[in-house]
């Protein structure tokens, strides 16, 4: 065996247990919570020693930093699939609402509160901005591209926008999951996020 198929090895080793570890620590994660999840029973389930969790993740809230990235990546895939039909900028707004509450459905009320939770965390690396999300990045574009069709105001920055319509939404995702009158509620916020664009 010669010594790059012994790395390549390694590196195929690491990433299996790096794996298990985040679907066990995500399991763990929907069961208690972030704060209440015990680094044991991920550790138990993932088949690796204690130490292990902490080598590939150094802390539990780094698990839900990959989570992001992950769902984010696969939001922002599905969001691009969208946007590649005729639509307007409605429909855009409408779309992301749509991807992001299922968001829910799939990781669960009390992780997705976490996940959502995250976005506004002290301790969030403090180097990122708007352009380091794909979700982000594809919402400003759609903004700017429909400013420059003459249907949003001049004045609007959207990448600005496109951050204020997202971090409202994770605002009220968060705060409103057992509100009776939630999805009227979202309609009205992108009736009104479109109103403060200047659509016409």
Same mark, same amino acid.
């Given at each position: 065996?010669?010594?790059?198929n012994?790395?390549?090895?390694?590196?195929?080793?690491? !990433?299996?247990?790096?794996?298990r570890l985040?679907g066990?620590?995500?399991?763990?994660f929907?069961r208690?919570g972030m704060?209440?999840?015990?680094? /044991?029973?991920?550790?138990a389930?993932?088949?690796?020693a204690? /130490?292990?969790?902490?080598?590939h993740?150094?802390?539990?809230e780094?698990?839900l930093?990959?989570?992001e990235h992950?769902e984010?990546q696969?939001?922002?895939?599905?969001?691009?699939r969208f !946007?590649?039909a005729?639509?307007d900028?409605a429909?855009? !707004?409408q779309e992301?609402?749509?991807?992001?509450?299922?968001?829910e459905?799939?990781? /669960?009320?009390v992780?997705?509160?976490?996940?959502?939770? +995250?976005h506004?965390?002290?301790?969030?690396?403090?180097?990122e901005?708007?352009?380091?999300?794909p979700?982000?990045?594809?919402?400003?574009q759609e903004?700017?591209?429909a400013?420059e069709?003459g249907?949003?105001?001049p004045?609007?920055?959207?990448m600005n926008s496109a951050v204020?319509f997202?971090? /409202?939404l994770?605002?009220? +995702?968060?705060? @409103?999951?057992?509100?009776? @009158?939630?999805?009227?509620?979202l309609?009205?916020?992108? @009736?009104r996020?479109?109103?403060? !664009?200047?659509v016409?």
């Amino acid at each position: 065996m010669t010594s790059s198929n012994r790395v390549s090895v390694r590196e195929t080793k690491r !990433l299996q247990t790096r794996e298990r570890l985040m679907g066990a620590a995500v399991a763990e994660f929907k069961r208690s919570g972030m704060a209440e999840a015990d680094v /044991g029973a991920i550790v138990a389930a993932a088949g690796v020693a204690h /130490g292990t969790f902490f080598f590939h993740f150094p802390t539990k809230e780094h698990v839900l930093l990959e989570l992001e990235h992950r769902e984010e990546q696969r939001i922002a895939g599905q969001f691009g699939r969208f !946007l590649e039909a005729e639509h307007d900028l409605a429909d855009a !707004l409408q779309e992301a609402v749509r991807l992001i509450s299922g968001l829910e459905r799939r990781l /669960g009320e009390v992780l997705f509160k976490e996940f959502l939770a +995250l976005h506004f965390s002290q301790t969030r690396p403090p180097a990122e901005d708007g352009r380091d999300h794909p979700v982000i990045v594809a919402l400003a574009q759609e903004i700017a591209q429909a400013q420059e069709a003459g249907h949003v105001d001049p004045d609007v920055n959207p990448m600005n926008s496109a951050v204020f319509f997202l971090l /409202g939404l994770y605002a009220l +995702l968060t705060t @409103t999951n057992t509100w009776p @009158t939630r999805d009227a509620m979202l309609g009205d916020y992108v @009736t009104r996020s479109l109103r403060s !664009l200047g659509v016409r």
